[in-house]
C-alpha cells in the first residue's frame, strides 16, 4: 500500500469516527440523572425527528428528559402524550396550584419519585408553601384531616380529597364530588378529573418502566 492511499484510509476512518462520536454527544443531553430505565433511551438529534422536536419545543432549555427518552421508543404514543399533556399543562382553566396539588398527591398515592421531583419545584412556583407540601407528601390518604385543611385552605383541601378518591378506590363518592365543584364549573370538573387521572398514567409510565432509574426510588421530603 502507498503512503497516499494509506492516509487516505486514515482520513476516511478518522471522519467515519467523528460523525459516530459527535453524533453520540448531540444526541444525549442529559438532564435528568439519566440511569438506566428498561427500555433504551432514544434521542434523537435535533432537526432529524419532528416528533422530537416538537417534544423539545416545550420543554425548558429545549432539553429532552428521561421520560421523553423512553416514551420515543414508541412515536406515536410520544406524539399523542405531548399533545394531551401540553394542554394539561397549558390550557386548563383550574388555578395551577390546583393543578399541581393533582400531580404531586397522585404522585405520593403512587410512590412515583420520578414525577414527584419533575413538579415540586412546578408547585412552589405556582403558590404551594413548603406546609402544603408537606401535606401532600405526608397526609394519610382518605379525608383530610382538620389540622391539614386549615394549611391547605377549603378549596384546596376539597381537590385533595378528590385526588385520593380517583387515585385510590377510582370510585369518587358524591359528597367529595360536590365538595370540589362548589370550586369548580362543569368544564373546569373535567379538567380536574383528566389532571388526577391523566397523571395516574404518568405515574404507571414512569414507574412500571423505571424511568430514570426511579421506580424504587422514595419520593423526596419537601
Ligand atoms: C437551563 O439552563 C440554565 C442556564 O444554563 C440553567 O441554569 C438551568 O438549570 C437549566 N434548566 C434545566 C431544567 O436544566
Ligand atoms: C395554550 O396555552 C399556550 C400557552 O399559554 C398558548 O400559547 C396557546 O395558544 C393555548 N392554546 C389554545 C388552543 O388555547
Known sequence: MTSNALSLL????????AV???SAFAEVQPRDENLPARVPYVFPRPGTNQIADDIRSRRENGTLLAL???????PLVAQGWNQLFTVIRENL??????RELFILRTAVINNAAYQWGQHESVGRAEGLTTRQLRVLRFAPEGACSFADQKILGDRLA????????????VRVPTH???????FLSPQQMVEAA???????????FTVSLNVD??????????
Open 68 to 74: 421523553d427518552g423512553a416514551l420515543l421508543n414508541a
Open 194 to 204: 383528566a389532571t388526577a387521572g391523566g397523571y395516574a398514567f404518568v405515574s404507571r
Open 158 to 169: 376539597a381537590a385533595l380529597d378528590f385526588a385520593d378518591a380517583i387515585g385510590t378506590s
Open 20 to 22: 459516530a462520536s459527535g
Open 213 to 222: 432509574g426511579k421506580m424504587n426510588a422514595e419520593v423526596p421530603v419537601p
Open 176 to 182: 367529595v364530588y360536590k365538595n370540589l365543584a362548589r
Open 93 to 98: 382553566t383550574i388555578p395551577a396550584d390546583m
Open 10 to 17: 486514515f482520513a476516511l476512518f478518522a471522519a467515519v469516527f
